[in-house]
């Protein structure tokens, strides 16, 4: 390093460039880089989400159909296989409670939960949570479990 090479750090050099609408002589008066008349030049614009410059926006030109239920409930579903593989790990022992999902970070603490009968369950498991399906019940109480419903 010596005095030819020497330049200031990153960033600390800062020109912005001239100010705008400080009169003509700045250069960059009168309408202050913002053009002529149009929304963009108005003082309190923002563009609005989805605004195509006064074109139908597409959200309005696509066709809507279907329906929402606004009373749907949502379960978060989990199979037997997954309960089988917790027991193997050793992470539960007998017992499946709401509590024991969460901690084994299988659902959140705010969501409902549903057992599936998707795989195969040889542990005797006392399991209960919001919901079961039908073959998922069976195959708890076949394996000698318990499913009871919250």
């Known amino acids: 390093m ?3 090479n020497l330049t200031p750090a990153e960033g600390s050099v800062n020109r912005d460039g ?4 400080r009169g003509q002589g700045s250069g960059k008066g009168g309408t202050a880089a913002r053009g002529h008349n149009g929304a963009k030049s108005r003082s309190g614009y923002s563009k609005k989400i989805g605004f195509e410059g006064g074109q139908m926006p597409l959200q309005r030109r696509v066709p ?3 329906f929402t239920n606004i009373n749907r409930k949502e ?4 199979n037997l296989s997954k309960l089988q593989e917790l027991v193997d790990s050793g992470a ?6 709401f509590e024991s999902l969460i901690e084994n970070r299988l659902v959140r603490k705010h969501e409902l ?5 998707g795989g195969e369950l040889k542990a005797t498991l006392k399991v209960s949570v919001h ?20």
């Open 18 to 21: 001239k100010r705008l609408g």
């Open 131 to 150: 919901k079961f399906t039908a073959t998922a019940k069976a195959a708890i109480e076949a394996a000698g479990g318990e499913a009871i419903s919250l």
């Open 64 to 66: 809507k159909f279907g």
């Open 2 to 4: 010596n005095l030819s």
């Open 75 to 78: 379960y978060q579903g989990i």
């Open 113 to 117: 939960v549903k057992i599936l009968g």
């Open 92 to 97: 539960i022992k007998d017992t499946v409670t």
